[in-house]
């Protein structure tokens, strides 16, 4: 500005300097404009960030192809076959899961089937033994009543007889005769009661007996129980840590992650239908409906077709195991024991 008002007041002769000076000096002003546009342009787009959208695989599926262009509809198109890839994997892996938890239901049923059958033998081998003992019980009942009938039956028979006996003797052999069989009669009901008595002694001292021998039996698996509970604390003291049983809940996580992947649309809600897990497991093409139903069935699923209790694949995927946990003992220390202070001397007055 400066050398144009210069120029203005100049005379006409240094016009054509100054046009030529002004004519140097443009390159250098336009080079100059030019580097300050350049160096702010890239200062602006250094301050652009790119933000990626993040989108889910079910949020691809759900669309409206009257409402999206057509690159979002060959996107949500790759979606849906990524979707049924991973479907078909995930029911892959699924399959091996099944069949090993349909394994240990087998198991564990074949494990109650012979405890039960062992348990039904035992039970029927003391009802055999009950069974003896009162066939026993029940036959030394008849002896005894069957003996009771005989000598009564021999009483009669003696009782006739002394009848007929009674008749042929006088008056004085008839009452000696008569208190010879008082006597014999009484000897023979003192002996009876003596008889009962000593049978009612044996009842009552083999039934003490049998008490007696469950009460040691008690006693002596209390005292075993305790000298194990004292050897196993004096070991622990001895390590300095006792060992303690916790039940911990496992979860599989990659099982999880599996049954999640058919739980729509969230797959936080824990639960799948018969139906869906019935499908794919159809969907391999490996599988009878026989074998489908004891997958199921293993799974905890209710062999109904038409049943409507969904799957807890949570609890199918978890498993209570007992862990050991190492508890220090803390051993408290022994009681201080004060020393009795010597007694005051006597100091005199």
Same mark, same amino acid.
């Given at each position: #500005?400066?050398?144009?008002?210069?120029?203005?007041?100049?005379?006409?002769?240094?016009?054509?300097?100054?046009?030529?000076?002004?004519?140097?000096?443009?390159?250098?002003?336009?080079?100059?404009?030019?580097?300050?546009?350049?160096? *702010?342009?890239?200062? #602006?787009?250094?301050?652009?960030?790119?933000?990626?959208?993040?989108?889910?695989?079910?949020?691809?599926?759900?669309?409206?192809?009257?409402?999206?262009?057509?690159?979002?509809?060959?996107?949500?198109?790759?979606?849906?076959? $990524?979707? !049924?890839?991973?479907?078909? $994997?995930?029911?892959?892996?699924?399959?091996? $899961?099944?069949?090993?938890?349909?394994?240990?239901?087998?198991?564990?049923?074949?494990?109650?089937?012979?405890?039960?059958?062992?348990?039904?033998?035992?039970?029927?081998?003391?009802?055999?033994?009950?069974?003896?003992?009162?066939?026993?019980?029940?036959?030394?009942?008849?002896?005894?009543?069957?003996?009771? @009938?005989?000598?009564?039956?021999? *009483?009669? !028979?003696?009782?006739?007889?002394?009848?007929?006996?009674?008749?042929?003797?006088?008056?004085?052999?008839?009452?000696?005769?008569?208190?010879?069989?008082? =006597?014999?009669?009484? !000897?023979?009901?003192?002996?009876? @009661?003596?008889?009962?008595?000593?049978?009612?002694?044996?009842?009552?001292?083999?039934?003490?007996?049998?008490?007696?021998?469950? =009460?040691?039996?008690?006693?002596?698996?209390?005292?075993?129980?305790?000298?194990?509970?004292?050897?196993?604390?004096?070991?622990?003291?001895?390590?300095?840590?006792?060992?303690?049983?916790?039940?911990?809940?496992?979860?599989?996580?990659?099982?999880?992650?599996?049954?999640?992947? $058919?739980?729509?649309?969230?797959?936080?809600?824990?639960?799948?239908?018969?139906?869906?897990?019935?499908?794919?497991?159809?969907?391999?093409?490996?599988?009878?409906?026989?074998?489908?139903?004891?997958?199921?069935?293993?799974?905890?699923?209710?062999?109904?077709?038409?049943?409507?209790?969904?799957?807890?694949?949570?609890?199918?995927?978890?498993?209570?195991?007992?862990? !050991?946990?190492?508890?220090?003992?803390?051993?408290?220390?022994?009681? #201080?024991?004060?020393?009795?202070?010597?007694?005051?001397?006597?100091?005199?007055?």
């Amino acid at each position: #500005e400066k050398t144009e008002g210069d120029t203005e007041e100049a005379k006409p002769e240094g016009e054509e300097k100054e046009k030529e000076k002004e004519e140097e000096e443009e390159p250098k002003q336009k080079i100059k404009v030019k580097k300050m546009v350049k160096r *702010k342009v890239t200062k #602006e787009t250094e301050k652009v960030v790119l933000k990626p959208v993040e989108m889910s695989l079910a949020a691809l599926m759900d669309y409206n192809t009257y409402e999206t262009g057509e690159d979002t509809v060959e996107a949500c198109l790759f979606a849906h076959a $990524f979707d !049924e890839m991973l479907s078909y $994997f995930n029911a892959k892996k699924i399959l091996p $899961f099944l069949r090993k938890k349909k394994f240990e239901a087998d198991e564990q049923a074949a494990t109650l089937k012979r405890k039960r059958e062992e348990e039904t033998a035992e039970r029927l081998a003391q009802a055999e033994k009950a069974r003896e003992e009162a066939e026993a019980k029940r036959r030394k009942v008849e002896e005894e009543v069957k003996a009771r @009938e005989e000598k009564a039956k021999a *009483k009669l !028979e003696a009782q006739a007889k002394l009848a007929e006996e009674m008749k042929t003797l006088t008056e004085e052999e008839r009452a000696a005769r008569m208190e010879v069989e008082k =006597q014999k009669e009484e !000897e023979e009901k003192k002996a009876e @009661e003596e008889e009962r008595k000593k049978k009612v002694e044996e009842d009552q001292k083999a039934r003490q007996e049998e008490i007696k021998k469950v =009460q040691e039996a008690a006693l002596a698996k209390k005292e075993a129980d305790a000298a194990k509970a004292k050897a196993q604390e004096e070991e622990d003291k001895k390590r300095g840590y006792r060992i303690v049983k916790h039940n911990v809940t496992v979860v599989d996580e990659e099982a999880l992650a599996l049954f999640q992947h $058919f739980d729509r649309p969230t797959g936080t809600s824990g639960l799948l239908r018969r139906e869906t897990l019935e499908g794919l497991l159809h969907a391999l093409g490996e599988l009878t409906q026989r074998e489908v139903d004891g997958l199921l069935k293993a799974a905890g699923l209710s062999p109904e077709p038409r049943a409507s209790t969904p799957l807890n694949y949570r609890a199918l995927v978890s498993r209570t195991t007992v862990e !050991e946990k190492q508890e220090p003992i803390v051993v408290a220390p022994p009681p #201080e024991t004060k020393e009795p202070e010597p007694p005051a001397a006597d100091v005199p007055a």
